[in-house]
């Protein structure tokens, strides 16, 4: 099995509609991330948390919230989709050592009309 | 602030000929270097790392990726290019802030052609 898992894998929404996308990890890693990815831009850093009691904003968080429901689970939500939301996210775990290294899920592929 | 850029967006190469992806980034201390895999459809997989110590590091699938403090760069390497190592390869620096994300590059995209 996955050690990240995302689901859904694909969605399509309308415009105002709310949509969670959720993220669970085996790997029992402390910290995740909710990444996403724009074509020509890389992955750039929506929300993370450190535990579920510590969450943060990331660098592009408007209009997105989140919930660490659990250590190994952590949901994104747009609370009205809109149509630049459109775009491939990704949930990743880290591991507490220095180094830092991020595993990533399979990505969400969202599409809103 | 931290950047990585990856100054090729595609590469053509053909199969069993040698591949440079260039890779620099702009950090104050020593980095933390990474590279990460995606092929069509799937989610990222991590190539190799640089924390410290000796500047070649070795990865999976008979890549490797040269740390050269000098030149500000991480460039990854394979001697031989297989069809199935068409994808789109992502350089990353780790940053301190926002809890240790990872600064990506804008990715290059790999064809090979038979």
């Known amino acids: 099995d996955a050690d990240v898992t995302q689901t859904p894998r694909n969605r399509i929404t309308k415009t105002g509609k709310r949509i969670m996308l959720e993220c669970s990890q085996t790997?029992?890693?402390?910290?995740m991330y909710w990444y996403r990815q724009d074509p020509g831009l890389g992955l750039r850093l929506i929300y993370y948390?450190?535990?579920?009691?510590?969450?943060n904003k990331g660098e592009i968080s408007d209009g997105y919230s989140v919930s660490r429901q659990a250590q190994a689970k952590f949901s994104l939500s747009l609370e009205s989709a809109i149509p630049n939301q459109t775009a491939l996210y990704f949930c990743?775990?880290?591991?507490?050592?220095?180094?830092?290294?991020?595993?990533f899920g399979p990505g969400t592929r969202l599409l809103v009309l | 602030a931290q950047s990585v850029t990856q100054p090729d967006i595609h590469i053509t190469v053909s199969e069993g000929a040698s591949l440079e992806l260039r890779c620099n980034y702009s950090y104050g201390a020593t980095p933390y270097l990474f590279w990460y895999v995606q092929s069509p459809g799937q989610g990222l997989q991590l190539l190799l790392k640089?924390?410290?110590?000796?500047?070649l590091v070795q990865g999976i699938k008979g890549f490797e990726a040269e740390f050269k403090r000098s030149q500000s760069s991480f460039n990854l390497r394979k001697p031989s290019v297989h069809w199935s190592d068409a994808a789109e390869y992502f350089c990353a620096v780790g940053a301190p802030e926002y809890g240790n994300k990872l600064v990506f590059g804008a990715g290059t995209i790999l064809r090979v052609k038979s």
């Open positions: 790997k029992g890693h402390d910290r």
């Open positions: 990743a775990t880290r591991d507490s050592g220095r180094s830092g290294t991020q595993y």
């Open positions: 948390s450190f535990d579920v009691k510590d969450i």
């Open positions: 640089y924390f410290s110590g000796d500047t």
